[in-house]
């Protein structure tokens, strides 16, 4: 799930090869809500953006919430914890991306876990696409595929 869409060209086809390549993989479906503003009043927009997100969440998912002070995973660790959610009967996995502002309080409350894709600041469409290819890493890692070298 992400807040805003993606506007560029470069990155709804990056995003695009991706989904391709996971097809094999998984069932994906990608959600987005509207952005806001965050310009004029960024905690009205972060809350109404909050609002939506939650709304949009489907009833029993593992939810993960994309903040740069999550937790911080290797590939390789990523891998095996999706393997064992998968394991444990939790594979309705929802990764949710932030827009330009982050994600508001309401959903990293709602959040089972905080995940990190690093310390860097990313812009929330390249933080689509790198989650895009770590999950698309992540199914190559377990099945023992010759991507994460």
């Known amino acids: 799930m992400c807040v805003g869409r993606l506007k560029e060209r470069h990155w709804r086809e990056a995003a695009d ?11 994906l ?6 952005d806001r503003d965050v310009t004029a009043d960024e905690p009205r927009a972060l809350a109404a953006e909050a609002a939506d997100v939650l709304r949009a969440l489907p009833a029993g998912a ?6 740069i002070g999550g937790r911080v995973r290797s590939s390789e660790e990523f891998a095996a914890w999706l393997e064992d959610l998968g394991v444990r009967g939790r594979s309705h996995v929802v990764f949710v991306v932030g827009g ?14 905080r995940m990190s894709l690093g310390p860097m600041t990313l812009p929330h469409q390249l933080a689509r696409v790198v989650l895009l290819e770590q999950v698309y890493r992540a199914f190559r890692i377990v099945r023992g595929e010759p991507y994460h070298r």
């Open 100 to 113: 330009a502002a982050g994600l508001g309080a309401d959903v990293l409350a709602r959040a089972d876990e």
């Open 62 to 67: 593992t939810v993960v919430a994309l903040e």
């Open 29 to 34: 479906e990608v959600t987005e809500v509207a």
């Open 17 to 27: 090869e991706y989904l391709k390549r996971l097809a094999p993989y998984a069932r």
